[in-house]
């Protein structure tokens, strides 16, 4: 039977603790949502939680004893309404032949592995949200994996992270395939160049000017606060709604390979 629920929707945020994970956190609770953010740098989290009164907990969602802890710590305080699997990266960008396997290890650990993980611990407890009608709206539950265009457009140097982001693509359709007559939405949105403090810096093992010129001379790319915006649209659309793929780039980045740097005008009529 269907329960009725006077209390904010829960999300659950993977990877909260900076870029796109913290923006998402800060909008959904901007929006009235209960917020439970997820990541493994504490001292981060604390100051995220202190700003905005997100809840959170301290996991690292490659480890499965850490995402058995908060899926225990999630059920003591009931269901959740939504999980973005958003805890990712990019480790290199050496050619298949040079590559690291190790590099390509870690890819595959916490961009398909991890979100394998997380979704299998939390199913049960989105099923419970699922069964509640939030503020009279269709009962529903959500689970949106930040993957990447790079899990569906190839690049050179990316063969780790294409890999691993066209699995995570495959697993989000496979899923949803697999839930379908529940009333789980499965979504994925793969941004394309988001300028944010850590993503290219990790990826090049923090080389700052290797990092820094990944964004030289581009006007306007993204920023984590415009896939948060992405990221909360969706889930906030009615729930008969399901966007099963967006993909979303700067306007100066026509494909992972093409990108213009310097000012964008109309050409001469």
Do not use: C
């Not at 299998?120 to 539950?141: D, F, N, Q, T, Y």
């Not at 990447?148 to 359709?173: C, D, P, Q, R, T």
């Amino acid at each position: 039977m269907t329960q009725y629920s006077e209390a904010p929707r829960r999300v659950v945020i993977t990877g909260a603790s900076s870029g796109i994970g913290a923006a998402s956190v800060r909008l959904f609770r901007k929006h009235g949502w209960d917020v439970v953010g997820v990541a493994r740098r504490a001292e981060r989290l604390e100051a995220l939680a202190a700003e905005t009164g997100a809840r959170t907990f301290t996991a690292d969602v490659t480890v499965q004893a850490d995402v058995d802890a908060l899926r225990q710590y999630l059920e003591a305080s009931g269901p959740i309404h939504a999980l973005v699997n958003n805890a990712g990266g990019a480790f290199g960008m050496a050619s298949i032949e040079d590559s690291d396997a190790a590099d390509w290890t870690r890819m595959f650990d916490v961009n398909v592995v991890a979100v394998k993980r997380v979704t299998s611990a939390l199913l049960p407890l989105l099923r419970r949200g699922a069964a509640e009608r939030v503020g009279g709206e269709i009962a529903h539950a959500d689970i949106l994996t930040v993957t990447s265009i790079a899990g569906h457009v190839v690049y050179e140097g990316g063969g780790g992270y294409n890999a691993a982001k066209f699995a995570a693509h495959a697993l989000m359709a496979v899923l949803r395939l697999e839930l379908a007559g529940e009333p789980i939405r499965v979504l994925e949105l793969a941004p394309g160049m988001v300028k944010t403090d850590e993503f290219s810096l990790v990826r090049f093992n923090g080389d700052q000017s290797r990092a820094d010129a990944v964004y030289d001379s581009v006007p306007d790319p993204l920023y984590a606060e415009d896939i948060a915006a992405a990221i909360v649209h969706a889930i906030e659309l009615p729930g008969h709604v399901n966007l099963d793929l967006v993909t979303i780039k700067p306007v100066a980045q026509a494909a992972p390979h093409k990108i213009i740097r310097g000012k964008l005008q109309p050409r001469q009529v």
